[in-house]
């Protein structure tokens, strides 16, 4: 299953990951992207456990977006884990700003070697 939202210059592509668990995030994620995301997230982190984003592709995230994100972790109270894979340097500097970093579900993952 692949889900694209569309509008005239922005795209976002949410494609599920199997091994490891997770989604692949590619293009822009604002606010109108946000109700997508989260309805991609909750059935894989309602179990709890660890659940994986790659962000390889991602080219723009709103503050509003890391807010649900680090709120998914806070919130949910079953243990889930939530890896941020391939961050780039903007959106680990803006994690460590707000002090997010710190939050025991938001773990900062693995980066791709090119």
Do not use: C, Y
């Not at 668990?21 to 989260?38: K, N, S, Y």
């Not at 884990?81 to 803006?94: C, I, K, T, W």
Request: proline content about 5%; glycine content about 10%.
């Amino acid at each position: 299953m692949e889900v694209t939202a569309h509008s005239d210059e922005q795209i976002l592509r949410i494609t599920p990951t199997v091994d490891p668990p997770g989604l692949r995030l590619e293009g822009e994620l604002d606010a109108t992207r946000h109700h997508e995301v989260m309805e991609a997230l909750s059935p894989l982190s309602a179990g709890g456990g660890e659940v994986r984003l790659d962000l390889a592709g991602l080219r723009f995230i709103d503050l509003g977006a890391l807010r649900l994100l680090a709120g998914l972790v806070e919130h949910r109270g079953n243990g889930v884990r939530l890896v941020l894979d391939n961050l780039s340097p903007q959106m680990e500097s803006l994690i460590e700003t707000v002090s997010w970093e710190r939050l025991p579900g938001l773990v900062r993952g693995r980066k791709e070697t090119a």
